[in-house]
């Protein structure tokens, strides 16, 4: 099977300014061992989707603008960033939907668009070998819930806007599905907010979760799971990424164990309508103790490899040995490696040793 010949989940972004360039970074370095490599989320793209606040509320006619960043001066240290990035949580993003629209609707959030482009690319590097023969091109989409609970304010806002969300993603993944051969395609659920809702009840009582949407953040995420995976037929590969976030490579919540991980996979696999091939889990630098791992015991999706992001450049091959040490001790299924979160928060310069870390790591396996 694709999926069992490969090592190494690809997550997140890649610190380039182009496609090319990252296409050429890491698909000589890696590109053979990964299950999908996709364009890296280059350029703007990089802060994952804080791009959408410019992109996709800020024009729609029936959304209203409550806070974004402000104009930076000359002199400020933040002044190669574009405008529209936040540099701090009060510079956030912040959105409501207009008094008296109870529904909206998305005519498009562009990540077909990035897609299809990127593929474009991709098919000419693999032409060309820098990308290997048989390498999957991987699309990375947030779920509904990551679109829009960092920047909204109020239950009926999040409600209103994440429905609508949900319809255009399921348009977005339409337009990719005609777009490119399904025999080539992995496509991948980055899944952030929706994990830090699981894992707090909902509510933090502070930013960056201040306020409860309502009702069950478990429910709100098999829904979305539910909706949008039987869209995917089985001859695309389908993977998902749980994570806590990478702020200047720190949690926003600080996971206990994996049971909240755990617990998302099984429902997951549980109720895509398909084969759920892989999920990805984060485990921190600092947990090689057996109470991390634990809840493995629980993993039930016996169908769907797991890929755990315990490669860590900071303490390199031996603070891997010792996670995965760990892990061995408490799961002895299909697996793979990864990092805990995307790669576009570092410099481009340490990208090289990293993969060299991945490789290594995977022969381990």
Request: proline share 7%.
């Amino acid at each position: 099977m694709y999926v069992d010949s490969r090592p190494i989940a690809m997550v997140g972004s890649v610190p380039c300014e182009t496609v090319d360039e990252v296409l050429d970074l890491v698909g000589p370095g890696v590109g053979d061992l990964l299950v999908g490599l996709s364009d890296g989320e280059p350029g703007y793209r990089n802060k994952w989707i804080v791009f959408n606040g410019p992109h996709v509320y800020e024009p729609h006619p029936d959304i209203i603008v409550v806070n974004k960043p402000k104009p930076r001066p000359d002199q400020s240290v933040f002044k190669d960033l574009p405008d529209w990035v936040p540099t701090s949580w009060e510079e956030m993003w912040q959105f409501r939907v207009r008094d008296g629209v109870e529904r909206i609707q998305f005519e498009n959030l562009h990540y077909a668009e990035f897609a299809i482009a990127s593929y474009q690319k991709f098919k000419q590097k693999r032409a060309a070998g820098v990308v290997p023969a048989g390498t999957r091109f991987q699309v990375s989409l947030p779920l509904p819930e990551d679109f829009t609970r960092w920047c909204t304010t109020a239950p009926r806002d999040f409600a209103i806007m994440t429905r609508a969300v949900e319809d255009a993603m399921a348009v977005e993944v339409g337009k990719i599905l005609a777009a490119i051969p399904h025999d080539e395609l992995l496509l991948q659920w980055d899944v952030c907010w929706e994990v830090f809702a699981c894992d707090c009840g909902d509510s933090l009582g502070r930013e960056p979760l201040a306020w409860a949407a309502g009702g069950d953040p478990y429910a709100r995420f098999a829904s979305y799971v539910a909706r949008l995976s039987p869209l995917i037929p089985e001859t695309v590969v389908l993977g998902m990424h749980l994570c806590y976030g990478d702020l200047e490579h720190s949690h926003l919540i600080e996971p206990r164990d994996l049971a909240v991980c755990v617990r998302m996979a099984n429902l997951a696999a549980q109720g895509a309508g398909r084969r759920l091939d892989y999920v990805q889990m984060p485990v921190p630098r600092n947990r090689t103790d057996d109470a991390y791992f634990a809840p493995l015991k629980d993993f039930a999706a016996r169908d769907t490899k797991l890929y755990v992001g315990l490669v860590h450049l900071t303490d390199g091959l031996e603070g891997a040995k010792q996670r995965l040490a760990a892990l061995r001790r408490h799961y002895t299924g299909r697996l793979g490696v990864a990092t805990e979160c995307g790669w576009g928060r570092r410099k481009r310069e340490t990208i090289p040793a990293l993969m060299k870390l991945h490789r290594d790591v995977a022969a381990l396996l």
